[in-house]
């Protein structure tokens, strides 16, 4: 019973961290494409900073509200 027990939060942990991991990269597809217009250079340029983060965090915040509207649907 245990072991199963065991298993069930190995199971969730790497669902987590699958998940994680996809919205990584999604995060950086879309704020990329989003934020850098040109070539980059050695570094990103202020508003090209400004940009990635903001658009990181709107991306992640959208994705806390999603979430919390689902699991308050379950």
């Known amino acids: 019973m245990e072991n ?11 669902k987590q961290k699958a998940m994680v991991s996809e919205m990584v990269g999604k995060i950086t597809n879309v704020c990329w494409d989003k934020c850098i217009t ?15 983060t903001n658009c990181a ?15 308050s649907m379950q």
């Not at 070539?39 to 900073?49: L, N």
């Open 38 to 52: 040109s070539t980059p250079g050695s570094k990103f340029s202020s508003s090209e900073s400004t940009c990635l």
């Open 57 to 71: 965090q709107r991306y992640v915040e959208m994705s806390v509200l999603i979430m919390k509207r689902f699991q």
């Open 4 to 14: 199963s027990a065991e298993l069930q939060r190995f199971l969730e942990q790497e």
